[in-house]
């Protein structure tokens, strides 16, 4: 299998956790990205948005679903969600924000 991050451009900033292998009938097994941050412009928001982050990968996943969604990611590592109503207002199941 060829190394990730050659078939994978998000592979560096999303755990392999959140990767999807596929096989396919007549080759190997591909990875596929499959948490909406393939773009450029959602993986350098999230990296910037969670650099502070205690619990990274956590926070790069829930960064990448919410900018997937509302195609925004609010400034800096903290704060400033009225710069994107979308992101900040997606909640969890608990009624909780679950965009960091």
């Known amino acids: 299998m060829q190394d990730e991050a050659s078939i994978c451009s998000c592979a560096t900033h999303v755990p392999c956790s959140q990767l999807l292998f596929v ?3 007549n080759g190997p097994y591909r990875l596929i990205c499959c948490m909406g941050l ?3 412009f959602c993986s350098s928001k999230c990296a910037n948005r ?3 982050a205690g619990m990274k990968d956590r926070c790069m996943r829930f960064c990448g679903i ?4 509302c ?4 400034s800096g ?7 994107c ?9 608990k009624g909780n924000p679950k965009c960091p």
């Open 50 to 52: 969670c650099a502070r």
């Open 38 to 40: 393939e773009s450029g």
């Open 66 to 69: 919410c900018c997937s969604k």
């Open 77 to 83: 590592t903290y704060g400033n969600k009225h710069e």
């Open 85 to 93: 109503p979308c992101y900040r207002d997606l909640k969890n199941s």
């Open 71 to 74: 195609k925004c990611v609010p």
């Open 23 to 25: 096989s396919s009938v």
